[in-house]
């Protein structure tokens, strides 16, 4: 199989897996807490060529789910009040929080799903934002960003 062939089949794989192509995810993460990518990945615990591999669509899974456990409590972290704020204190210690993380994943406690579950996100959105304005927000990010959208549609209590 000729290599673009590969890779647009990797990105559509990870796209059923994850939601969205890894590229995508990591590029926010990047953005969010103005850091490499190769620093990303010493604090995902994962190798910089590996992780350039998975977004650039080479290699289409992430195979240690501690790093994808990471990834996403990074994400989370993304959404409180402090990181949000772009606080240098708060997102240096949240990468190290995250960083230090040990997470146990197993069938019954990988968190991919544990988004929906996790309150505190949703409350500390709830007391930044009026319902109207999460469900605004939403609508608007849907297209780009559709994980961060359902988690301001969940925040809101408009249907």
Do not use: C
């Not at 910089?48 to 989370?76: C, D, F, T, W, Y």
């Not at 402090?82 to 997470?103: F, I, K, Q, T």
């Not at 500390?124 to 605004?136: M, T």
Request: no cysteine.
């Amino acid at each position: 199989m000729e290599d673009h062939k590969i890779v647009q089949r990797n990105i559509a794989l990870q796209r059923e897996w994850y939601g969205e192509p890894l590229g995508d995810r990591v590029r926010r993460l990047v953005v969010a807490f103005d850091i490499s990518q190769a620093f990303l990945a010493e604090v995902l615990g994962i190798s910089a060529p590996m992780l350039s591999q998975v977004m650039s669509g080479r290699r289409a899974k992430i195979g240690n789910p501690v790093v994808l456990a990471r990834m996403i409590m990074l994400e989370r972290k993304i959404l409180t009040p402090d990181v949000a704020a772009g606080n240098p204190a708060a997102m240096r210690a949240a990468l190290e929080d995250v960083r230090d993380s040990r997470p146990t994943v197993g069938r019954d406690s990988f968190p991919v799903g544990a988004v929906s579950e996790d309150q505190s996100v949703l409350v500390a959105l709830r007391e930044i934002a009026e319902d109207e304005d999460l469900a605004e927000a939403a609508d608007r990010l849907d297209e780009d960003f559709p994980a961060i959208a359902d988690l301001l549609r969940k925040a809101s209590k408009v249907t």
